[in-house]
């Protein structure tokens, strides 16, 4: 009952207070360097689109699903890390990632953010990314 209680209450993250940004749901995707760019876009009733050089496996994800997504990004503070990270070493032609979850986007170039690339698999296998 807890455990359904608190993915309830992370669900809740996808929805956005009056007068916040009309962003909603969680997208994630690649962009620039060698590698074709794809976006994955979940929608707050879980509906899974993509566009670009990517395919997915899972075209819906349940409430439980979403609600565990938003857990991790409520407690890897998601919202707390920077809004662009350069990762030093990280070759000009590698794609820079990013995530968005509600109105906040965050882009990283490089694998140096562990709470951006638990998150980052997180989605990937949530939408069995291939």
């Known amino acids: 009952m807890q455990r359904a209680l608190a993915v309830l209450l992370a669900a809740a993250v996808l929805v956005p207070v009056a007068g916040a940004s009309q962003q909603r749901g969680l997208a994630f995707g690649r962009s620039g360097g060698n590698i074709r760019p794809f976006r994955v876009v979940v929608t707050t009733d879980g509906d899974v689109r993509v566009t670009g ?56 170039h490089g694998t140096c953010v562990a709470e951006f690339q638990r998150l980052w698999a997180a989605l990937v296998r949530a939408v069995k990314l291939s």
Not at 65 to 73: I, K, P, S, V
Not at 77 to 101: H, M
């Open 53 to 108: 050089a990517a395919s997915v496996g899972r075209m819906h994800l349940t409430r439980v699903q979403l609600g565990e997504l938003n857990r991790l990004a409520a407690t890897g503070r998601f919202e707390k890390l920077p809004r662009t990270t350069r990762c030093p070493g990280a070759l000009p032609d590698v794609a820079t990632s990013f995530i968005r979850v509600g109105p906040t986007t965050v882009s990283v």
